[in-house]
């Protein structure tokens, strides 16, 4: 298992912090959206792992970037694990036995 120091110490994961209850209240009035309108982030996340973000809380992603500067995003931290996210979605993809056919 790879430690959080060097999950949060690599050149390419975004700064991230866990917002407090009234920080996470403020954020949702400001936008004007509800907590499960905002983009996902798996609770099996490894970065959600390494700042010790559970089920519920929003965490605020802090990127550099060479021309904004810097960008800021939420994600709300659901529960499920990453392997069960990509196994359903390959389910859902891969068409049926009967579904294929040659093309001529």
Do not use: C
Not at 14 to 26: G, I, N, Q, R, T
Not at 43 to 60: M, R, T, Y
């Amino acid at each position: 298992m790879v430690k959080a120091e060097f999950i949060l110490r690599h050149t390419l994961v975004p700064k991230a912090e866990v917002l407090s209850e009234s920080e996470a209240e403020e954020l949702l009035k400001k936008l004007g959206v509800r907590k499960e309108q905002l983009p996902w982030m798996l609770e099996d996340d490894p970065l959600a792992k390494a700042i010790k973000a559970k089920s519920g809380d929003i965490v605020k992603l802090i990127r550099k970037s060479p021309v904004a500067g810097e960008t800021i995003a939420y994600r709300v931290v659901v529960p499920g694990k990453m392997a069960e996210t990509f196994e359903r979605e390959e389910a859902e993809e891969a068409p049926a036995a009967g579904e294929l056919e040659e093309e001529e």
